[in-house]
């Protein structure tokens, strides 16, 4: 791999996981909340909506580790971009279905994020992850 | 390529699987007391629970939806009388958690016991709708729930809001 190619890769990986590992903890710490921010997707049921907001964090978390750290980069990040998959859809039909919620991406019940801004956001975490995939060590 | 591919989903079962333990065994208290509040609205809504939990349960917002829609439920609004008539959730009754020693035993009164009762406030940050249930616990009600998104999520999920009204 060229010298810059893997400098961005370890820079981007880096990052990603740092983003990852904080929208996790402050999951983490607000179980019901992010609950609550499912629910209002209007995807899944009551228990469903708790059932996912006790494990999404922690995939997060684990993904944002292994970024970070570098260790299985390629699977952690392959698993970021399943994730951004997932909610970008998610957030697009929440923009088909007229629901004008928050994203529930990272702090719960603050400032408003819109689905387009929130699909943006994950259009470029999933490109970043995507790079990492590719050029990630095996 | 494939044996890769195979390694690469193996790998990424196992972190879903380890997040879903630690996930589940870290929430297992929040978990048990949803799966037991969802099982009592389920089945019996209009029934006392056997026994009635120390604390109010949280309710999400599809089933307070659901609970508006169909009536079955005394919404109570937790917050100030300022911030319930700028705007509150329609059919809401406007118990502030300052007025509490005066307000529950009016409500007790007029109210069954057996009746479900939703309390919400602000939203996640707010802890009144929990304290106001805590305390409809204490004054004898057997179904008391809290909608801990409260009125921000349902205004932001485009439901029926009301303004004014005491």
């Known amino acids: ?138 | 390529m494939r044996s890769d591919l195979r390694r690469l989903a193996t790998e990424m079962a196992v972190i879903v699987l380890v997040a879903a333990a630690v996930g589940i065994a870290w929430n297992f208290r929040l978990l048990r007391d949803v799966w037991q509040g969802h099982a009592s609205t389920a089945s019996a809504p209009s029934l006392p629970a056997p026994n009635a939990p120390a604390e109010p349960l949280p309710l999400g917002l599809i089933q307070i939806k659901e609970l508006v829609d169909s009536k079955e439920a005394v919404i109570i609004d937790a917050r100030d009388r300022e911030a319930f008539r700028k705007g509150h959730i329609s059919g809401a009754l406007s118990l502030p958690l300052g007025e509490a020693d005066r307000l529950v035993p009016e409500l007790v009164a007029k109210t069954p016991k057996e009746k479900l009762l939703v309390v919400y406030c602000n939203g996640y940050d707010c802890h009144d709708s929990k304290t106001l249930g805590r305390r409809l616990l204490a004054a004898g009600f057997g179904q008391v729930f809290v909608f801990e998104g409260g009125f921000p999520e349902w205004r932001d999920a485009g439901y029926p809001v009301a303004q004014g009204g005491e």
């Not at chain 1, 996912?52 to 699977?75: F, S, Y």
């Not at chain 1, 699909?119 to 990630?136: H, N, S």
């Open chain 1, 1 to 138: 791999m060229q010298p810059v190619a893997r400098h961005l890769t370890a820079v981007l990986r880096v990052a990603l996981g740092a983003v990852f590992l904080y929208a996790g903890m402050l999951k983490i710490s607000n179980p019901a909340a992010f609950a609550g921010s499912i629910a209002s997707y209007q995807v899944i049921g009551y228990v469903g909506t708790y059932v996912v907001a006790a494990i999404l964090p922690w995939v997060e978390v684990i993904c944002g580790a292994l970024l970070v750290t570098g260790w299985r980069a390629r699977t952690a990040a392959a698993m970021a971009v399943v994730l951004n998959v997932v909610f970008i859809v998610l957030l697009f039909s929440t923009v088909v279905r007229g629901l004008d919620i928050d994203c529930g991406c990272f702090r719960q019940g603050g400032e408003k994020t819109s689905a387009w801004t929130a699909i943006f956001r994950d259009l470029m975490l999933m490109v970043a992850a995507g790079f990492i995939y590719r050029k990630g060590t095996r």
